[in-house]
Structures are given as structure tokens and as C-alpha cells.
């Protein structure tokens, strides 16, 4: 890519994501950044959390956040020159330095180029987060963060999106919004640590204000997060080239400016609505409201809209952006600006000659071509099939009389229809055969709302009732009235989970923010040759549809087939077919150049458009195969009252000694935190960069590390599992005995002196320790508990009434209570292999593979090497006779790694709990854990070991699982 003043932003959003991963690799981000960020920094991606969640921030999102944090905190940014100067200063000649100079780029301003479906509003929500609680929890106001926030959405769609984002969803037919659906609170595992989550959910439920609400009317706490679409800004520019004709400028004050500027919201007589006489009796308008507040986040969704148009042969501003100019004016540096859109561009020229002029503030280029190699959007399939083979001689506009009318459909255009019928009708036949819950739409967006009805006609003649039809028209910026959106919604609400209606007829109104996963194909009537337009409608239909676990492999392979191997897929799954249109040759070509489409000439899906999915049920009697699964359920308040720490647990620190600690933490009057921070007092205000919490005082610090141990837990509590149960009162003088008496294998007095710094020392090694050192002896005492009066439940394995599974990857079995079992598709070889093993030795009665997704409540909790506690699926659960077995199968490259042997630990710990049961409460068996190594396997097997002989051979003892030859 030649670098040019139209695109030099791409290069410097590419330079910026470079260093800022060689920061973040090195661990100078975070050293560089303020306690409350990095603790986020560490949530969201460290590995230690990451590998804990089954759903997580993907790269494009992880990468737009760190770059945009990077560029706020690291390099201080004021304005969008800033980032140029310190990027790629080798560059600035390239420049646009007369765009760079206006006003609107004088402040810290970002724009997120993310391919559309892939999560723009999870950054969004991180943003907020990490702004606001940076604002409550900085000593001194640094100008850098704030707790207002305005987010503006280009029409109803997203604005209908943002509600339920931030308010909650509703129910079908009901009005009020279930804040426990808001994002915040059904992703809180991802976006919020632990502690800060009341705090969270308190700050949205008090501070979020709709534009039904009125922006600056609604008492809120002590923020403010206000949610509008574009049309607050709506009339400004007209007012001011009224006023323009009648004032001097040059006596008018700004506050002057701003209420003749912006005075009400449109679509009212003036000076006679009794809400409007209300706005001016409480302070003026929503605008007004908002440029005097003293610091506020603006945030712009589908920001594309909001660009310069040319009136007259002079440059103007949109409306949107007029009304971003107002607001911000008083506010320099305490305005911010993050830019949301998946084409960050305008355009320039006609035909060829056509060029983008990407906006200058890009600082993430996460594209469609990225997006579509991680797999988070669909493949595109060109559908050019047999019939469509003759474009060029047919008419593809609507036919029209001597004045212009439409009259009705041109041969063309029915074509396509019945092309896109063609292929919708053999989705819906595949679809459900496979998962009745998946039902295929199509899209079919038309030239104008002239030519939608005779649209819905020939659909009707084709055979589609009036229920499976949709039409939404708009006008021609796509928009509709109010009142009409709120039928439509009516219409759309949750159409991916019925199956009518199947077809969405729309002119514009569902370019943006129809968050449909279901659309599978796209018939492009209109003629626009538009770049914005193209990308924006096949962005309709970019959303997963098939998301669950069972398909990963599949949609792999046909990903690695269509842009490696540039051939077509086999199958449908997560694939838009796009029924060609000859006046989009050149936008298709594009996509096929960059490998990102393939052809569809009737040969996909030929073994079905699902592949060689299976949806397995139970065997007729699978009884006799089945497994339960115990749960232990302790009477906690009996058993824990006696239950201690054992102080043996407990080992001392020793990566420095003490006197070397004393030599370069505990000098007088040091700033030993941050470069931010210092330390008022003996036990004044700190900030601890470990990211585990502030303190103040030494008291505050126990209680706090009592909390973070505490949390280390909290994954039980979330799954439904017993609680560890923790004595906080005797923890907390169990950690004071300790950081007296034994941190450092000698006394030591946290009062004496500056000691107490050694405690909070830059990275938190000390305070780490101590984490670790409880976690592990917390659980170790709980897994000390007596057994007596034990209340013990079960789930049986069988309550998964079916799995899927790839024909071409799965057995036949018979001692199991499916028919057949399924195995890696990758490096699945040693699981095939067992599966095989298993069904036939004569000692196994019955066995399954434990379905992690399916089988969630067959898990065992342990505690990682750095003191996190953590999940553990075993592979297979196996009997006999007399024993029932836990196998897990591994590479020998992975039989050693330290995480391993901590989940034998656990496991062996917990197996021991089991044994001490009633034998009817363990299926009458003895219970033990094995760890067979892939060579050890195939040798034994080979020589006709059977399942016993391999399980004594490899019972894992403690012994084994912790290298000490003395544990028994």
C-alpha cells in the first residue's frame, strides 16, 4: 500500500498496535499506566484470568483498547497530532497537516475501525469502565479521566441497540427493560474484576439517561451516561446560517452562541411546546446542558455519518459534527472523542477514479479479512449459480411507464429473487434437520419503497405466506418515524429464533445496527456502487449464526479452504451467500482479490449444507451405561467452625531476603508506588501496582488481602458448586501471625520503621506471595473436612439428552450411553484410539468422554501454581467391575507441565473425599485418577495390557503429583 495523506492513518494505526504489543509483552505498559488501568489490564488480558473464562475479549477488541489506553495514558495524548509526532514522526510530510490543524482534531480523539459483527460495543463498554473508575479513584484529578459520557447512535436501530446495552432487553410484548440483561451484568465476568462490580452496576443503574429521559433534566448520581442518536444535532446548521444573516458574530458571548446555535429538538413549533418552555425553565436545552459540563467522553457509533460535505463548492460540517463542535468548544483536553465505524471513510471521485479518504484518527485497523481468518464473522459466498450466468443482457432496474412509475419487476431482478428463494429454501431443509433452533433469513434490500411492494408480490407468487414476509420502508437516509419503528420492531423482535418471518425486505432502514445472526442471504436489488453503502449491507449479514462449541472444527476447515486454498466450502455453516448483481462486479472482484469471497456455482453444501454434523441422542438403554457424577454438600457451618489454617501451609519468602528488601524498599520519604503516587503518612494513601487493591492502613491492608484470597474462590459460587467457606476473623489474624512471625522466616514488625513498604513493593512480589501462600491453605483446609453426615447429590451424565459431532471424526460404540462418540479432528489421533480401546477390552463395563460444554457439572476445582483458582474437566470417566476411573489423556510433551501436576493434586484430593463415602454413594466402586502418556499407552496396548493393567501402571498418587517421593 502506497502511503498518501488518504490512508496515512491505516499505517499509523498498524505502527501504534506494534508498539503498544512490544509494551505490553515487556510489562512496560502496565508499569506506565495508573494502578486502576493496569488492575483492568490484568482482568481482561492477562493470561492467568484468560484462561480461566470461556469467553473473552477477541484480538481486534483487545487491540483497539490497549491502543487507545496506550496513546491516553502512556503518551499523554492532547491531540490527534500527538499520536502522529510520536508514531511515525518519519511520515508527517505525508500528512494532511492543514486536517490535522482544525479544531475538531485539537483534542484526544480516537477512531476504532472494526469490521462490522465483530463486538464494537464491548470496547465501548471497556472504555467506559476504564474511564470512570479511573475518575473515582485517582487522589488528584489529573484532566485525563472523566464519568460523563455522551454515546450517539446514527438512527433508531442502534440507538434501539444501545438501550438494551445499557438499560437491559425487554421481553416479547412487554415494555420495562431487565437490568439483569444489560451487557454489564450478563458479560460481568469478562468486563468487571470482582471487586469493582457493585460499583459498576451501581454507577450504570443511577447515571444512565435516554433521550426519552431528556439529557439534563433526569437527576442522576455522579455521572452521567447519556444515550441519543444523532438528531439531538438536528437543525443547527440551519439556525446558524439564519443567524448569520441577521447578528454580528463578533458581539455574541458563547453561551449566546450555543443556545441560538442548537435550541430545540426539530419537529416542534417553535416557542410553543410546553417541553420545550420546560427545558428553558430548568436551564435551557439538552445541548446546553451538555457543553457546560466540564469534561465528558463522547462516543460515536457508526461514526462514517459524521463527515464533511460540499455545499455550493464550500466545505461543511454535518450536523452531528456541528453539534460535537458546540459541546466541545469550552472543554480543550477534557473532551474526548472515540470514533466507532467499520469504514472510517469518505469518498472522492466517481466511477474508477473513486478513492477513500480514511478518517486521520484511526488508531486500529481490525478489518473484514482479519475478522473472517479468527473466524468471528461469516465466509462470503458468491452465489453464480447456473441461471445467473447470463447477467450482462438482463435488465436489472425495475421497470417503469412513460413518467417514471414503477410498474413491476424486471426480468433480472426476478431472477435474483428466485435465486436467493432457491437457496434460502435448501438452508431452511438442511438447517433444520440439523438444529431446529437455526432458522435462515434473507435480505433483500431494493432500490426504493416503490419497488419493495412488487418485491412482496412476486415473493407471494413464489409461495411465501404473508407471515414470512417483513417490508421495511424508509426514506432516503434510511430512516423511519418513531412511531413506525416501534411496529417494526414488533415485527423483528428475536427473529432468529422463529421461523417466520424468513425474508426482511428493506430499503436503507437496516443498513446499521440490525444485529440479526441469522441472515444467510443477501439479494442486493439497488444499483448503488457507493464503497460505504457495499460494505455496510454485506454487514447485515457478517454475524455468527452457528456459535456453539460442536462446529468450531468445521468452520476452521472451510475457512482454511476459502482463504488459503481459495476454494469453496463444504458446507453452509456461517456462510452469506450473496446473489450476484452485475453492478457490483467490481466490489465482488475486490473481495475475490483480497481471497475473502468464494464462488458458489451450485457445488457447496453437495453433502449437505450442515457437512457431516451428527446430532447423537442416547442409546435405547443407555441406563445400563450411565455414570453419576456426586457433589458434596457440606453442612459448612458445623464442619468449618473447627476447621483451621495449618500453619505448616504456610511457607516463608524467599526470592530476596529481608535485609536486601530493607536496602532498597524501606528508605524515608521515597515515592515507592508510581511515579503518580507518594506516600502521605506512616500508613497514608498507596496504590498497589500488583494490581490487587488500595489500602489504607495496615488493618485495611489484611482485611483487603483477606478480600482477594476470598475471590480466588469465587468461580465455585458462579457454577453452583459447594462454597469454600472462610473464617475471616481468624484468617485475618492467621495473616497477621504470619507476616509477623514467618514472611521472612524471622520477626518482623510492619511498624518498625518503613517496613511496612516492603509489603507494597513495586509489582507486589511480597503481597503475591502472601495471596498464594492463603489460597493454597484455605484449600488444603477445606479439603481436610471430615466426611461424617455428608449430604451427597448427583447428576447423571445421561441428563445431556444429545451431543453433535462430525461423522468423519466419531465411532460407533456399544458400551456407552450414546452410540457413538466423536474425537478431535486435529491431533485426535490418541483419543481415537483409546475410544476404540476402551469399547473393546472385556474388563470396561461402560465409559464416556466427558462433553466439557455438555457435561459442566463433571469438574474439579484446584488451585494454579499463581494462586487462582481454576477448572478441570478430566477426558473420560471409565468402569469395571470394582473400579471406577478419571483418565486423562495427554501428549508425553505435556505429562510434566507444572499446572498438570496441580490439577492431579486437586484431583487425587478430591477422589480421596469420594472414597471415604458410602459405597452407594460412589456407585459401588473405588474411585481413582490416571494419567496415560501416549507413548505409554500405545506400548502397553500394543502388548495386550488390558484397561487395568494400563490404570495401575499410571494411577496417579501424590507422590507422583507432586515429585516427592515421600507423599503418599
Not at 441469522?518 to 460494505?535: D, F, G, H, K, T
Request: aromatic letters at 10%.
Amino acid at each position: 500500500m502506497a502511503i498518501n495523506s488518504s490512508n496515512i492513518s491505516l499505517e499509523l494505526a498498524h505502527r501504534l498496535t506494534d508498539v503498544v504489543n512490544a509494551a505490553w509483552k515487556s510489562g512496560e505498559m502496565l508499569e506506565k499506566v495508573t494502578p486502576t488501568t493496569a488492575s483492568l489490564l490484568n482482568y481482561w488480558f492477562g493470561e492467568g484470568f484468560c484462561n480461566e473464562r470461556v469467553r473473552n475479549f477477541h484480538e481486534g477488541q483487545r487491540q483497539a483498547i490497549l491502543n487507545i489506553i496506550y496513546l491516553h495514558e502512556v503518551m499523554g495524548e492532547n491531540c490527534v497530532m500527538d499520536a502522529y509526532q510520536g508514531i511515525i514522526p518519519e511520515l508527517m510530510d505525508r500528512a494532511d497537516l492543514a486536517q490535522l490543524a482544525k479544531p475538531k482534531y485539537q483534542m484526544p480523539k480516537y477512531a476504532v475501525k472494526m469490521a462490522t459483527g465483530t463486538g464494537k460495543t464491548w470496547v465501548m463498554h471497556a472504555l467506559i469502565i476504564w474511564q470512570m473508575l479511573n475518575a473515582r479513584h485517582e487522589d488528584v484529578e489529573s484532566g485525563r479521566f472523566t464519568q460523563k459520557f455522551l454515546i450517539v447512535a446514527p438512527g433508531l436501530i442502534v440507538y434501539d441497540r444501545l438501550l438494551d446495552a445499557f438499560c437491559g432487553r425487554k421481553k416479547r410484548d412487554e415494555e420495562y427493560r431487565d437490568p439483569q440483561t444489560n451487557d454489564y451484568y450478563m458479560n460481568q465476568d469478562i468486563f468487571i474484576p470482582e471487586r469493582y462490580r457493585d460499583e459498576v452496576f451501581s454507577f450504570i443503574q443511577n447515571n444512565v439517561v435516554t433521550k426519552e429521559d431528556g439529557i439534563g433534566r433526569k437527576t442522576t448520581g455522579e455521572g452521567l451516561i447519556a444515550l441519543t442518536n444523532w438528531h439531538l444535532f438536528e437543525n443547527q446548521m440551519e439556525e446558524k446560517e439564519q443567524d448569520e444573516d441577521v447578528d454580528d458574530s463578533s458581539t455574541v458571548t458563547p453561551a449566546e452562541i450555543i443556545s441560538d446555535l442548537l435550541p430545540i429538538r426539530p419537529g416542534k413549533s417553535a416557542g410553543n411546546d410546553l417541553g420545550m418552555l420546560d427545558r428553558r425553565a430548568l436551564g435551557g436545552t439538552e445541548l446546553e446542558y451538555l457543553a457546560g459540563l466540564k469534561d465528558l467522553m463522547v462516543i460515536n457509533d457508526e461514526a462514517h455519518h459524521i463527515h464533511e460535505i460540499k455545499r455550493n463548492g464550500e466545505t461543511e460540517e454535518v450536523e452531528w459534527q456541528r453539534g460535537l463542535n458546540a459541546i466541545s468548544a469550552t472543554k480543550g483536553t477534557k473532551f474526548i472523542q472515540v470514533d466507532f465505524s467499520a469504514t472510517p471513510f469518505d469518498t472522492k471521485g466517481a466511477g474508477e477514479k473513486q478513492v477513500k479518504l480514511f478518517f486521520p484518527h484511526i488508531i486500529v485497523d481490525f478489518d473484514l479479512p482479519m475478522a473472517m481468518k479468527q473466524g468471528l464473522v461469516k465466509l462470503l459466498l458468491l452465489d453464480r449459480r447456473q441461471e445467473l450466468t447470463n447477467l450482462e443482457n438482463l435488465d436489472y432496474n425495475a421497470e417503469r411507464d412513460e413518467q417514471g412509475k414503477v410498474v413491476g419487476l424486471s426480468e433480472g431482478q426476478r431472477m435474483m429473487l428466485r435465486a436467493g428463494l432457491t437457496k434460502l429454501n435448501k438452508l431452511e431443509e438442511e438447517f433444520l434437520k440439523n438444529d431446529a433452533s437455526k432458522n435462515p433469513k434473507m435480505l433483500i434490500v431494493c432500490q426504493d419503497t416503490t419497488v419493495s411492494p412488487f418485491v412482496e408480490e412476486f415473493l407471494k407468487s413464489e409461495g411465501l405466506e404473508d407471515e414470512d414476509i417483513v417490508t421495511i420502508d424508509s426514506n432516503k437516509q434510511g430512516e423511519v418515524k418513531d412511531e413506525e419503528w416501534q411496529e417494526i420492531k414488533k415485527k423483528l423482535f428475536d427473529i432468529d429464533r422463529y421461523k417466520s418471518p424468513k425474508v426482511v425486505i428493506s430499503v436503507l432502514m437496516l443498513r446499521e445496527g440490525f444485529d440479526v445472526n441469522n441472515i444467510c442471504v443477501l439479494v442486493p436489488l439497488r444499483s448503488s456502487q457507493a464503497p460505504i453503502l457495499l460494505e455496510q449491507l454485506v454487514g447485515r449479514g457478517l454475524r455468527l449464526m452457528w456459535r456453539e462449541p460442536d462446529y468450531i472444527d468445521i468452520k476452521r476447515e472451510d475457512r482454511l479452504r476459502v482463504l488459503k486454498n481459495h476454494q469453496p466450502p463444504r458446507t453452509y455453516i456461517d456462510t452469506l451467500s450473496i446473489v450476484e448483481h452485475p453492478a457490483f462486479i467490481k466490489f465482488y472482484d475486490d473481495l475475490q482479490d483480497q481471497g475473502l469471497v468464494a464462488v458458489d456455482e451450485g457445488d457447496v453444501g453437495t453433502g449437505g449444507a450442515t457437512g457431516d454434523i451428527l446430532t447423537v441422542g442416547l442409546r435405547e438403554d443407555y441406563e445400563k451405561y450411565d455414570f453419576q457424577w456426586p457433589v458434596i454438600l457440606h453442612d459448612s457451618l458445623e464442619e468449618l467452625e473447627d476447621a483451621e489454617i495449618d500453619l505448616d501451609d504456610l511457607q516463608p519468602f524467599t526470592m530476596y531476603p529481608l535485609s536486601l528488601l530493607r536496602k532498597f524498599l524501606a528508605k524515608e520519604g521515597e515515592t515507592f508506588v508510581s511515579q503518580e503516587s507518594l506516600t502521605k503518612t506512616t500508613f497514608g494513601k498507596y496504590k498497589v501496582t500488583a494490581n490487587l487493591f488500595n489500602a489504607n492502613g495496615y488493618n485495611e491492608y489484611l482485611q483487603k488481602l483477606l478480600r482477594v484470597v476470598t475471590l480466588r474462590f469465587e468461580n465455585c459460587r458462579r457454577q453452583g458448586f459447594p462454597t469454600i467457606q472462610i473464617n475471616g476473623a481468624q484468617t485475618v489474624q492467621v495473616m497477621d501471625w504470619y507476616i509477623r512471625e514467618k514472611l521472612f522466616a524471622m520477626p518482623f514488625d510492619p511498624f518498625q520503621g518503613s517496613d511496612w513498604k516492603i509489603l507494597l513493593a513495586k509489582d507486589g512480589i511480597v503481597t503475591k506471595h502472601i495471596v498464594e501462600q492463603f489460597a493454597v491453605a484455605i484449600y488444603k483446609m477445606q479439603n481436610r473436612l471430615t466426611m461424617v453426615d455428608a449430604e451427597v447429590s448427583y447428576t447423571d451424565f445421561s441428563s445431556l439428552k444429545a451431543i453433535k459431532m462430525r461423522e468423519s471424526y466419531s465411532l460407533d460404540v456399544q458400551k456407552c450411553i450414546y452410540p457413538r462418540l466423536g474425537y478431535p479432528s486435529h491431533g485426535g489421533g490418541l483419543e481415537k484410539a483409546f475410544i476404540e480401546f476402551l469399547d473393546r477390552d472385556a474388563e470396561v463395563e461402560r465409559f464416556l468422554k466427558i462433553n466439557e460444554s455438555g457435561h459442566s457439572f463433571a469438574i474439579i476445582f484446584y488451585v494454579r501454581k499463581d494462586g487462582l483458582m481454576a477448572t478441570y474437566h478430566p477426558d473420560f470417566i471409565v468402569a469395571t467391575a470394582d473400579k471406577v476411573y478419571l483418565i486423562e489423556t495427554k501428549g508425553d510433551d505435556k505429562v510434566d507441565d507444572v499446572n498438570v501436576r496441580q490439577k492431579q493434586t486437586a484431583t487425587i484430593e478430591w477422589i480421596k473425599k469420594i472414597n471415604a463415602l458410602e459405597p452407594e454413594d460412589r456407585m459401588n466402586r473405588t474411585w481413582e485418577y490416571v494419567l496415560i502418556g501416549e507413548s505409554v499407552f500405545y506400548s502397553l496396548s500394543g502388548s495386550g495390557a488390558t484397561i487395568t493393567d494400563i490404570c495401575n501402571m499410571c494411577k496417579v498418587s501424590y507422590s507422583v503429583a507432586t515429585g516427592n517421593l515421600f507423599e503418599m
